[in-house]
């Protein structure tokens, strides 16, 4: 039982770039998210998915787009990267109400 | 104002100490309200989940008062391990997404 598991766990891109960030989770949960951490800010959500098939933006959507492949998979996908998305991203599932994590993906956008 | 608020601090106490954390929250239909831990570059994991009765594991303690609409975490006899970041989270019912105060920082020193 893996928990939820982040590919790549670091990543640096020069600015125009693209790239997915891979998040999966092995305990059956619906609803998954992607949040980024930036010191002093907390976290913050940019999308979520409630179920398999739907998915919603969060606090800072821009410059974002998510899959929800299947119930485990869930994507994050920067399309042309810039350096104020550089952050540390975390993925997370939950059940009924508690949220597990990811171990999060360092990305350095240059 | 923000949805949930922390100090911020850091809290900086000797070992042995016994130091109180609060946070409040804006939404009086808050249901769910969890404390979560987060070390330096790591997810943030669930510490303990806070009940209107309060709770209490080892150490750590957790009340609610739903009139004041805060939580608060009391850590007896600090460990240097305890050393972290601690985030308050407080969940509407129905909601699928829990929101997370910007966190408290405490350093527990020799």
Known sequence: NAGVTQTPKFQVLKTGQSMTLQCAQDMNHNSMYWYRQDPGMGLRLIYYSASEGTTDKGEVPNGYNVSRLNKREFSLRLESAAPSQTSVYFCASSGLVEQFFGPGTRLTVL | ?110
Request: glycine letters at 8%.
């Open chain 2, 1 to 110: 104002r923000k949805e949930v608020e922390q100090d911020p601090g850091p809290f900086n106490v000797p070992e042995g100490a016994t130091v109180a954390f609060n946070c409040t929250y804006s939404n009086s239909a808050s249901q769910s309200f969890f404390w979560y831990r987060q070390d330096c570059r790591k997810e943030p994991k669930l510490l303990m989940s806070v009940y209107s009765s309060g709770n209490e594991d080892g150490r750590f303690t957790a009340q609610l008062n739903r009139a004041s609409q805060y939580i608060s975490l009391l850590i007896r006899d600090s460990k240097l391990s305890d050393s972290a970041t601690y985030l308050c989270v407080v969940n509407m019912g129905g909601s699928y997404i829990p929101t997370f105060g910007r966190g408290t920082s405490l350093i527990v020193h020799p």
